[in-house]
Each structure stands twice: as structure tokens, then as C-alpha cells.
């Protein structure tokens, strides 16, 4: 088992170096005509100086990805300042936290999914005794996942996925019996990897089928 130097970080520590990594960071962005722009926080919560990860279970009710873990997060509408906007108006609407109660962090790459949404990351936090309220229509539950499930490779696993008749990697993260799998393991295992330096996947991803922008990059990430 390989695990990562950040590893039973403290909170405050690991708030300092998401700062740190993504203050000077400059996201890639897609740009494809036509297709839904979309925006999802990567949530920082303290508990006990521990930090927690901030996950929503989707009901088997919404539109897209029926029961999937995911970011808090949702499509850009037009009355939104800015797709920040869209990510913390969409926090607020689905699981309660207002704008108020976000500090911001940093902005990571875009990820344009097999659903045709381009989702811009943005990386925050938030302190202790939060108190949810939670949009049932469309979300079933909240997750706090400690940040240290993604710093090793206990509750990793890599599969291979058919796409249009090419095999592709896809992350899968086990927490209890819930999966965090899909586009929101991409995202988390490119926000693990870029701020904490850290990847468990045994092969880095050279290729993906809807993200040439990667490539370059990828090629070069680490891998433990």
C-alpha cells in the first residue's frame, strides 16, 4: 500500500497548501459550442481539525447521474455572476450553505463529461457546525469523507470503461458502501493529484475520450 507525505494532514495545514498550490494555478478551459456549462465545489470541511470532504448522493429522481456521489454543484444559469456563482447558488439550493459561510480556494481544470456538460471545479471551505437543508428533490443524503481516504490506495480501484469500442481507465473511491466514481473521481483524482502530489492510480492516464486538453499534462503526472 502506497499512501501520500499529507497523510494525517491537519486541517488548517491542508487548507494553507490547497492555497498554496492553487493561488498561482491557471485552469485549463474548454470551450465546445453548444454544449451545457456547469460548476461544482470541492468542499473543505473541518471536523476536529480533521478535513472532510463534502459529497451529495444524488436521488434516483434528478435528471442526469440518478443516485451517483457528486460535488454539490449544478448548471449555469443565466442570472448567475460567473460559474463561482453557479457553484456556490447550486451548493446553497441543494444542500444549504450560503455563499456567506464559502471561503475560496482556487479554480481547477474544466471536465467535459459524457452527459455534453463542461464542469469548471472550484476548490473551497468551510468551518465547523454547519448546519444542512437539504433539497430532497434532489439529493438523498450528504457525505463527509475524510480527506485521508484519497491520500492512499485502500479505497481506490481502477477499471476499464467501453467508450464508442476504445478502453479507457475510471477511478472508483469506496466509502463504507457508498462508490464515488465517474466524472466526480476524475475530478477528485486530478485535484488530489495537482494540490497534495499525490496519485494512487497504478498508470497515469495518458488518453481520455473526451478530454484531448489532458493529454499533454497527463503524460507527465506522477503515479506511486
Known amino acids: 500500500m502506497t499512501k501520500s507525505v499529507y497523510k494525517g494532514i491537519h486541517f488548517q ?49 434528478v435528471e442526469t447521474h440518478k443516485g451517483q456521489i457528486s460535488f454539490p454543484g449544478g448548471v449555469k444559469d443565466q442570472k448567475d455572476n460567473g460559474l463561482l456563482s453557479t457553484a456556490k447558488r447550486e451548493t446553497h439550493e441543494e444542500i444549504g450553505i450560503g455563499s456567506d459561510l464559502i471561503w475560496d ?14 464542469v469548471t471545479p472550484f ?24 480527506l485521508d481516504l484519497f491520500l492512499d490506495d485502500t479505497h481506490f480501484e481502477v477499471k476499464k470503461w467501453d467508450y464508442k469500442g476504445k478502453f479507457y481507465d475510471v477511478y472508483f473511491y469506496y466509502y463504507g458502501n457508498q462508490v464515488i466514481w465517474g466524472a466526480t473521481a476524475y475530478i477528485l483524482n486530478r485535484f488530489i493529484d495537482l494540490v497534495f502530489n499525490y496519485n494512487p492510480a497504478p498508470h497515469p492516464v495518458v488518453e481520455d475520450p473526451r478530454n484531448s486538453h489532458y493529454l499533454t499534462e497527463n503524460k507527465k503526472r506522477r503515479s506511486y
Open 13 to 61: 495545514d491542508s487548507i494553507q497548501q490547497v492555497r498554496s498550490i492553487l493561488g498561482d494555478y491557471q485552469p485549463k478551459q474548454v470551450s465546445i459550442s453548444g454544449k451545457k456549462a456547469a460548476a461544482v465545489m470541492i468542499l473543505l470541511l473541518n471536523k476536529s481539525e480533521v478535513p472532510h470532504i463534502i459529497f451529495t448522493q444524488r436521488t434516483d429522481t
Open 105 to 118: 480556494l482556487g479554480q481547477l481544470d474544466d471536465f467535459f463529461t459524457v452527459t455534453d456538460f463542461i
Open 123 to 146: 476548490a473551497g471551505y468551510v468551518k465547523s457546525n454547519i448546519t444542512y437543508r437539504i433539497n430532497t428533490n434532489e439529493v438523498a443524503e450528504v457525505l463527509e469523507v475524510p
